[in-house]
Structure formats: C-alpha cells, structure tokens
C-alpha cells in the first residue's frame, strides 16, 4: 500500500536537516533520568516471533511521558516553575499535564479543535490549562502562551531532549529481547521512531515504520528525498488521531530518512483490524497503538518471518470509534489471530 500523494506541497529542508544524529549514549543518559518515572513496560508475546511492546501501559496510557519528562527536567528550577507548554491532540498534552503536576509546576496545552474529546478532558483533569484553536493554529498559539507566560515551550515530537526519552523504548526492547531482528513503530511527527532508530543504532536491528496511509507524509518523503506536508484536512480523516502530524519535524526527518529501513502506510480499514485482533488478544491499544501492529501485519512474507517487535504507543481510545469496530465483529467473528 502506498500513501495518497494528491494536493502534496514539499518543505524545504534547512540547517537542522544536517544537524547530527542522535545515538545509543544519548538515549542511555535519557534512561537515568526516567528511572523510577516511566513505566519499563512489558513485551506481550502473541505469535511465534512476534511481540508487542506495551507503552498503553504508561501512567498517562501513552509513551509520551517518557519524553515529556525528560525534556522538561532538564530544565532549570526557574524555567520549569515559569510553566511548562505544549501544543496537543492528546497523548502529548496529557503526559506534559501529569508531568507539571508531578513537578508541581503549571502546564499549558494547545489543543486542536478537532482533537477526541475524552484525550482533551484527561489533560483538563490533570490541571493543564486548555487552549482550544483550530488544528494549523496550534503552534503560533502555543508560541503565543510562550510569550504570554514566560513558560517554556516542549514539542510533541521535534526536540533532542524528548527524541531521546521516546528512544527508552528502544533500548528497553534490546535489552528485554537481545534476539529482536525488526522493531516496527508507528510514525506521527516521527518523534518515538527517531528516538528508538537512534537507540538500535549499530546494534543491527531493523527498524520500520508504520503510518496511516491518510497521513502518509514519512512514507512520500521518503519517496521524495525531502520533507513533504500532507494536506491538514486529509491527515485529520484518519482514525488514529495520535499520528495526524502533516510533516515530519526538522529534526525527526533526517533519522527518518537515515536511520529507519522501510515505511509502510495502512489504511483505515487494516488499521480497524489489527485493533480487533488486539482487543481480542487483551491488549486494550487506541487506533495509533495498532498502527505498528497493522504495519507488521502489512510487510512480505519474508520480513514477517524476522523476530519481530510492534510498539503499542497507546491505549487512550476514543470510545465512540472503538465502539464501532468491534461492533463489526459480528460480521468477522472469529477474529483472526496472529499465527
């Protein structure tokens, strides 16, 4: 399958595109500092030589504390009690939110008019304050909060600091299966598949990732040997609400471009089914979560038969989706396994 190419414009790359990769060290200085924060979450066997990677068992239900307080530790006291802010569609914001409390410091999130309403209340029930801004406002709004409070802006993906956190769940893997060949992770604004490519780096293992094919902007730049922007309201179609960034960042895309082996791009409806077979197999993922899953699912049959890791980024789903695809299980029942 291939991502949808219409209506695409190109982002020039700039002088970050060349700054230098992030490797192993700094993933290994990142896990010092998460120790005893985040969650070394389990890996769940569900077929011969392929398992999952279980971030949707996080404190916030997502991978992204591990990023969100890693970036903001290293933040000196007064900057971190000036405010911490972000610009958000869910998992991000709520991981900030849970890490601004645990530090006992404010939070400040920006979040997309479009975002799933229950990811929104979770933020607001850890005591971010809420902006509310249509979805291409998001980043001037939050630059705006900046300016406002004196806060300090962590992205949700484009960051050194937060590359390195989400990179915990590479090393974690290595560590917990030393035979791994393949690590399949989904792709959004390409912050967990840096992090974790710059974990394997040199250590020979594979790594691929997987984006809905509405947002399959990683898969055509790839194609392109640049950075391409996919159309907002194309990217905001797709189920997994967690990977509708339209562009890769400018620090995301050289380790993309580099690092990762292959991107594969699923669409809605393999994305519905590996949710299934996940739900049935008890691993309760959001659509994003089951978007690696759907990627393995989706490769040949040779790379399917390589020892084979899928990162589970989530397990915050919207209640109305999910309620629709297993009410499709009547018509699918039994739900295929993994075998």
Not at 317 to 328: K, N, T
Request: aromatic share 2%; glycine share 10%; charged share 20%.
């Amino acid at each position: 399958m291939s991502g949808r190419r219409s209506n695409q414009g190109s982002t020039p790359t700039g002088e970050l595109d060349r700054a230098p990769l992030l490797g192993p060290e700094d993933v290994a200085a990142a896990a010092a500092v998460l120790d005893g924060v985040a969650v070394r979450t389990p890996l769940t066997d569900l077929a011969d030589g392929f398992a999952v990677k279980r971030e949707d068992l996080q404190p916030v239900g997502a991978f992204k504390v591990r990023g969100a307080f890693h970036a903001a530790s290293r933040l000196a006291p007064e900057r971190q009690a000036a405010g911490l802010v972000t610009h958000s569609s869910g998992n991000h914001g709520r991981a900030l939110a849970w890490v601004a409390r645990r530090l006992g410091v404010p939070c400040t999130v920006v979040a997309p008019d479009d975002a799933v309403e229950t990811k929104v209340a979770a933020m607001a029930e850890l005591g971010a304050r809420l902006v509310r801004v249509p979805a291409d406002e998001r980043e001037s709004a939050a630059d705006a909060v900046v300016a406002e409070t004196g806060g300090t802006l962590i992205p949700p993906y484009d960051h050194p600091h937060v590359i390195a956190g989400q990179g915990t769940v590479g090393a974690e893997i290595l560590a917990d299966r030393p035979d791994v060949e393949q690590v399949v992770v989904p792709i959004g604004g390409g912050g967990l598949i840096s992090g974790i490519a710059a974990a394997l780096r040199g250590s020979g293992v594979r790594v691929v990732g997987a984006e809905p094919e509405l947002a399959g902007d990683a898969a055509a730049s790839r194609r392109a040997g640049e950075r391409v922007r996919f159309p907002r309201e194309q990217v905001a179609a797709t189920a997994a609400d967690g990977l509708r960034a339209t562009v890769l960042g400018e620090l995301t895309w050289p380790h993309v471009r580099d690092l990762v082996a292959d991107v594969v791009t699923i669409d809605e409806e393999a994305i519905a089914d590996a949710t299934r077979r996940l739900h049935a197999a008890g691993v309760a993922c959001e659509a994003s979560g089951a978007v690696a899953t759907a990627g393995w699912l989706a490769l040949p049959p040779a790379d399917r038969t390589r020892r084979t890791v899928a990162v589970v980024s989530g397990g915050n789903v919207d209640p109305a989706w999910l309620a629709r695809v297993l009410a499709d299980q009547h018509e699918r029942s039994p739900v295929p396994t993994f075998g």
